[in-house]
């Protein structure tokens, strides 16, 4: 629904804004292949990107995408500890969100 509303142009700057697609065809499933796919083809400018100052983190859908993007941060970061710094700080400087459902 973003690309069809034009959300990037009216809402951000395009220039430093970047969204990772997670998205299955079943969006109400509880499936989370697309996200996992999505996550592990971008793993090197995702790990880059949560090291940056600048980087806010939006996570939306379900209730289990945040324990799928989280599993899969802490495989990315080398461990839970490495992973909860990065988080501990994001959460800190409010630049983590959530909006997720049952």
């Known amino acids: 629904m973003n690309e069809l509303n034009d959300d990037l142009t009216n809402y951000y700057d ?3 804004f ?3 697609k997670g998205i299955d065809d079943r969006p ?3 499936d989370t292949n697309g996200l996992v796919r ?3 083809e971008n793993e090197e400018e995702i790990i880059s990107l949560l090291r940056d100052d600048n980087t806010h983190v ?3 859908g ?3 995408v945040a324990g799928v993007f989280y599993k899969k941060m802490v495989e990315l970061f080398g461990g839970e500890e490495q992973w909860n710094e990065i988080k501990s700080r994001l959460q800190k400087e409010g630049r983590l969100s959530e909006l997720l459902y049952e």
Do not use: H, R, V
Request: proline share 0%; net charge neutral.
């Open 14 to 16: 395009e220039s430093t």
């Open 18 to 20: 970047k969204a990772f």
């Open 28 to 30: 109400l499933s509880a």
């Open 38 to 40: 999505s996550l592990d």
């Open 58 to 60: 939006y996570l939306a």
């Open 62 to 64: 379900l209730k289990n």
